[in-house]
């Protein structure tokens, strides 16, 4: 077909290209078990890590919500790229030119919305920074020389200027090949009566990037008097630049804040850009709407809810900026780190402050910093008036209804002893309040927390599918049937005790090698122990994850009984379908990805799973012996089964056919020899 990439090309980018570089761009990765990385999953809320990267095998797994795939569907999947964009993107980061089917690449007028607007806004980009550096930009030059950023300044953090016509943007992005409807779709224009005009005019323009530092927006600042519009102008709502979900300066900042711990939110762009320039570059900013729960997520996969790290919102002294700071602190108890407030003394903004002290008086005001808490606390207090009793007693409630939410219980009393000698009232009096108002229903309740988990696959892969039994109930979802799949009693009977479900499990414990798991035999004849089930899923681990570990031969030549579990034996069918393990090669990825082909599109979720799920091995300490061990054990089993058959046999062997019991016999001794042997490997 025209326009598909080479095969082989794909198989060489995925190669090249290191699937933890790749997500560790948009989640903070760390260290969990020999050859594997956890972080907060990017596709759904939660507070406990379960989302696991093997680079290895070029595979990620969410032991929460089940997402799974290889660096193309990650980056598909959390750009919201077709297959191809995704594939391009990352040839482009790897500077490898890819060959297409019918020799070129596909049309540009056919390529994905996404990405034109994507290649519109690198194409604007430039123009604004140009247009910064002529004549008539010197005014936006001025502007920015008075902010105390130089002009090496401006090309560090891509500051352009928009030109005071109608449509100077528009006529240069017509003429590199835009069309008027896609310019309007980027944001770069309104449409008036007599046609589409430039949205940015005569302001100083700042480019909005997303963490990869594409460039998705652009924030304008108003330089003319005679300009009527707002003192600031922000790309309107786009395909691609939402602004609750966009912090400004994130590209800069990020490997700053997963190295450090700490993340500064401060108020605007130039606020952004002083905070850099005077070293503190975890400066962030969000873009033309308050700090929101959006905001809270993305910087929580940033620091890796590390109880370590430090949140610092930095406002102004007055009205404005405590409301800000109260807002803030309403998705306080959202993050894992500690959130904290720098308020400079004379009201001056992180970027006037430089001007005025210099960079180190801004370095001091954030390492400065002191807890939101304190400050909300400080602010509720300054409501009432401390001089009356009235004044004191509704201090201490609205205090009392902020210490009520104290996460860390062992500091409430320095809180106590802090709003008791703010008010001026005994310690015994505030902690009583505080008792009172924790025992009374808030009438605001913050954000909610984390949405529930989905279940997630613990309980093992699905059988083969069957007909469901007719039920007037929604139809079961894949790994369960109508009462016979996992999570099932079977009719009539009760429920063997299987293992706890995503919702009781810790996240600490679905990412380990189970060894204490209940199967859920349910839907099963006779029940699978407990060893037995372990057995099955590590030697598949094993096979999957470390297949140059494995005797080929052997475990090819297992046949489908030796996996009890229905969705195991699917999966050792899988195997085989993918060529089995004499033809897994060198290349885990593509071992990976060709088991993954060979599943059955229910099935592979559970690949994925046992793909990244680390194995019970301390680091350097005996991946071959523990795989030697656990296939050795999954062959004992078979051949215990296979011995148990033969003792049938021989209790029904005809006890006149002499040469038919020898030959039993026989057979029954060379299978204890084998079993023998394996338990030295054991």
């Not at 009793?389 to 809180?415: C, F, K, P, Q």
């Not at 039920?471 to 079977?490: D, V």
């Not at 795989?627 to 051949?639: H, Q």
Request: aromatic share 8%; with cysteine.
């Amino acid at each position: 077909m025209a326009g598909l990439i080479k095969r082989e090309d794909i198989d060489e980018l995925r190669s090249r290209t290191r699937i933890d570089e790749v997500i560790g761009e948009f989640v903070t990765l760390k260290t969990a078990g020999i050859g594997s990385l956890k972080g907060l999953c990017p596709f759904h809320d939660e507070k406990t890590p379960s989302f696991t990267v093997r680079p290895q095998v070029g595979m990620y797994h969410c032991f929460g919500c089940g997402e799974s795939g290889d660096v193309f569907t990650f980056l598909q999947k959390v750009e919201q790229l077709s297959f191809v964009e995704a594939v391009e993107t990352l040839a482009g980061k790897a500077g490898m030119h890819l060959r297409y089917e019918d020799g070129k690449g596909p049309d540009r007028e056919q390529a994905s919305r996404r990405q034109r607007l994507l290649e519109m806004h690198e194409v604007a980009g430039r123009f604004f920074a140009q247009a910064l550096e002529s004549e008539a930009g010197q005014i936006g030059r001025d502007f920015l020389t008075g902010r105390g950023f130089p002009a090496e300044s401006s090309r560090e953090f891509g500051i352009g200027f928009a030109p005071k016509s109608w449509d100077g943007l528009t006529t240069h992005l017509r003429r590199a090949g835009f069309t008027d409807e896609e310019i309007l779709a980027g944001g770069l224009a309104s449409e008036g009566g007599r046609g589409i005009y430039d949205r940015f005019r005569g302001r100083v323009i700042w480019p909005i990037k997303d963490m990869t530092a594409r460039t998705i927006g652009f924030g304008a600042r108003r330089l003319y008097d005679d300009d009527k519009g707002p003192k600031y102008l922000n790309t309107p709502e786009t395909a691609l630049y939402h602004k609750n979900q966009v912090l400004y300066g994130l590209d800069l900042a990020k490997k700053s804040i997963a190295k450090t711990k700490r993340v500064v939110v401060v108020e605007g762009y130039t606020d952004v850009m002083a905070a850099h320039l005077a070293g503190v570059d975890q400066a962030v900013a969000t873009c033309g709407t308050a700090f929101g729960a959006e905001h809270v997520k993305i910087i929580r996969r940033l620091l890796g809810d590390d109880p370590t790290g430090q949140v610092i919102f930095t406002f102004d002294g007055d009205a404005a900026g405590q409301k800000a700071a109260l807002k803030a602190f309403e998705f306080e108890s959202l993050f894992s780190a500690q959130t904290f407030v720098a308020v400079e003394p004379d009201g001056l903004d992180p970027c006037d402050l430089r001007m005025r002290k210099g960079d180190a008086a801004l370095r001091e005001l954030i390492d400065g910093c002191k807890p939101l808490f304190e400050f909300v606390i400080t602010t509720a207090i300054a409501r009432f008036d401390l001089d009356t009793v009235e004044g004191r007693i509704s201090a201490v409630r609205a205090a009392a209804e902020v210490l009520t939410d104290v996460r860390d219980r062992n500091s409430l009393s320095h809180y106590y002893r802090f709003v008791a000698g703010r008010i001026g009232v005994d310690i015994d009096e505030v902690e009583a309040a505080v008792r009172t108002a924790a025992r009374q229903p808030k009438q605001n309740r913050r954000p909610a927390e984390a949405p529930a988990r989905q279940s997630s696959y613990r309980d093992g892969p699905p059988p083969t599918p069957t007909a469901p039994a007719a039920s007037t109930s929604a139809a079961p979802g894949p790994g369960t049937g109508a009462g016979t799949g996992p999570g099932h009693a079977p009719s009539g009977g009760a429920r063997e005790p299987g293992p706890a479900s995503a919702g009781e499990a810790s996240d600490e414990r679905s990412l380990e090698y189970v060894y204490e798991e209940r199967p859920d035999v349910s839907n099963l004849s006779a029940p699978i122990s407990p060893a037995r089930l372990k057995t099955e899923k590590g030697a598949l681990m094993v096979a999957l994850q470390h297949p140059e570990v494995v005797n080929a031969k052997l475990f090819d030549s297992l046949s489908a009984k030796a996996f009890e579990h229905p969705g195991y034996r699917r999966i050792q069918d899988a195997i085989r379908q993918a060529g089995g393990l004499g033809a897994a090669g060198p290349a885990q990825s593509k071992w990976a990805e060709r088991v993954l082909d060979a599943a059955d599109e229910d099935l592979r979720p559970y690949v994925a799973q046992l793909l990244v799920t680390p194995l019970p091995v301390i680091e350097g300490d005996g991946i071959d012996r523990f795989a030697r061990g656990i296939v050795a054990r999954l062959f004992d089993y078979d051949l215990e089964r296979i011995a148990k058959e033969l003792h049938s046999r021989l209790q029904r062997q005809d006890t006149a056919d002499g040469a038919g019991q020898a030959a039993l016999l026989g057979q029954l001794q060379t299978l204890e020899q084998h079993r023998a042997r394996l338990k030295t490997l054991m």
